[in-house]
């Protein structure tokens, strides 16, 4: 069983007055087989996370157990591991197939065993015609898939991925998110993947953990964390565009954020709250409208986001619109602590 727990896991750098605290008593648990995104903006602890889990950071407190082991002390050679990295670090003078088999020569696995495995590999990730060209014959894309295959070959317990679509054009990063997903549902091994992009997260996690400042503020399938988002926080960074919370709007009680969603806002035409059209942005099927909720003729109101889709008529800059929140789709939060809370 190659699960991944996490008890009360701590980082810290320095000692003393200089000591600083960069991960917060993470508690969470991968189960066997499952693909978990760790999400959140840069300098979150996000990769700090997984290099603990990798062995390249020392744990301050608490444990990290893989498939029941607790791994704290142990190198990361003994943690039966594979990483794919953001640079890919491949080596230049060998070709695919080499690059692919150098950890298992390493090991000294059988010359046989080595291809059969390169080439399943391969077989998977459509590298097949690919494996006696150096790294710079090859697209970005088809360099990343010979960094999957390298992890691949080594048939580990755990897959940890660290940003590996960052260098990779939107079209490409579509296609590998892709690839990447069918890999896994062959496969099936417990992957743990870091992003600060929550499109990727969204699409690709069975779970996600959605880290802030060291701390994890959510962990859940990603209908979880868009539909019913545990804190402020998570519910402005999870969602393109954000979802809109509104401490003044009318009908919030003291002590209260309304949050909703700019797909989740309508145009209506009597008992609704006024809204000032201030920016449209046109993205083809749909219409972002952005403009001041809540106040009067003179000005004033919160900065909100109305998504249309392409069937309404638009406004025009300057329009004063009605809209509405969508009864069953309205979130609350607590002002001061940011957690969800029950209307």
């Not at 809540?294 to 406004?315: F, Q």
């Amino acid at each position: 069983m190659a699960t991944i727990e996490f008890n009360n896991v701590i980082k810290r750098y320095g000692t003393g007055k200089k000591v600083n605290q960069v991960i917060h008593g993470v508690t969470a648990e991968v189960q066997d087989g499952e693909f978990v995104v760790i999400v959140g903006p840069s300098g979150c602890g996000k990769s700090t996370l997984l290099r603990m889990v990798a062995g390249l950071e020392e744990i301050s407190d608490g444990t990290i157990s893989i498939g029941g082991r607790v791994v704290n002390h142990l190198e990361p050679a003994e943690r039966d591991i594979a990483m794919v990295f953001q640079n890919y670090a491949l080596y230049p003078h060998m070709s695919v197939f080499d690059n692919m088999a150098y950890g298992l020569k390493i090991k000294k696995v059988p010359a046989a065993e080595i291809k059969a495995r390169v080439d399943k590999a391969a077989a998977i990730l459509e590298l097949g015609h690919l494996l006696e060209r150096k790294p710079r014959e090859l697209s970005g894309g088809q360099r990343q898939r010979v960094a999957m295959g390298r992890a691949i070959v080594r048939q580990p317990q755990v897959f940890l991925f660290d940003e590996p679509l960052s260098n990779l054009d939107a079209k490409l990063r579509a296609q590998t998110r892709l690839e990447i997903e069918k890999l896994h549902r062959e496969l099936g091994i417990t992957s743990l993947f870091v992003t600060h992009d929550q499109v990727e997260a969204m699409t690709l996690a069975e779970r996600m953990m959605v880290m802030n400042a060291g701390r994890m503020e959510q962990f859940g399938t990603p209908e979880e964390v868009y539909h019913r988002p545990a804190t402020t926080f998570v519910a402005g960074f999870i969602g393109a565009p954000p979802m809109n919370l509104l401490k003044e709007a009318p009908g919030v009680p003291a002590g209260r954020f309304l949050g909703v969603r700019p797909e989740h806002l309508r145009v209506v035409a009597s008992d609704g709250w006024r809204m000032r059209v201030e920016t449209i942005e046109m993205l083809g099927a749909e219409r972002l409208i952005y403009g001041y909720l809540g106040g009067s003729e003179n000005g004033g109101g919160e900065w909100a986001i109305l998504r249309m889709n392409e069937t309404e008529a638009p406004p025009a800059l300057g329009d004063t619109l009605l809209v509405a929140p969508l009864d069953d789709r309205v979130h609350w939060f607590d002002a001061d602590s940011g957690t969800r809370v029950e209307r």
